[in-house]
């Protein structure tokens, strides 16, 4: 279950978990998860700092939409901070995955391994590299 699951569905106080794994968590706010992590006698944190971090794309649009909205709430708002951030300042040193497993094909990998991870991942190389329907290329446009 999500931590948004687990604080709508179970009840306070009835359920505790001995493990909590929380996955994707660059995009996850410290608010939306505090409740689950309470339930918890141990905490696993994975997420990728390189990724998006949690939005406020609607509550956004609310604060510009009223007109006394003052800039230190728009500033406020605008900020985004997220429980792997929370994580990584407390919990040293932090450990990274090196393994990337999703592509299918590592050409689309290469770039972000290269600039973002120092070439440091290990990417499993494509069964199919002579595909043209896979990976990325390089097409010239008149």
Known sequence: MGPLS????????RL????????????????????????GGQLIVVGD???????DFFQRLD??????????????????ESILDVAMSIYQPARRLRWHYRSRHESLIAFSNNEFYQGDLVVFP?????????????HEIP
């Open 63 to 80: 604060v510009e939409d009223r007109d006394d909205a003052s800039d230190d709430d728009r500033a406020a708002v605008e900020e985004g």
């Open 126 to 138: 494509t069964p199919f590299p002579k595909r043209q329907d896979l990976g990325v290329r390089w």
């Open 6 to 13: 687990v604080a709508q569905y179970l009840a306070p106080g």
């Open 49 to 55: 700092p390189k990724q998006l971090p949690p939005t």
């Open 16 to 39: 505790t978990f001995d493990l909590v794994v929380m996955d994707e968590v660059s995009q996850l706010k410290p608010e939306d998860a505090i409740g689950v992590v309470a339930r």
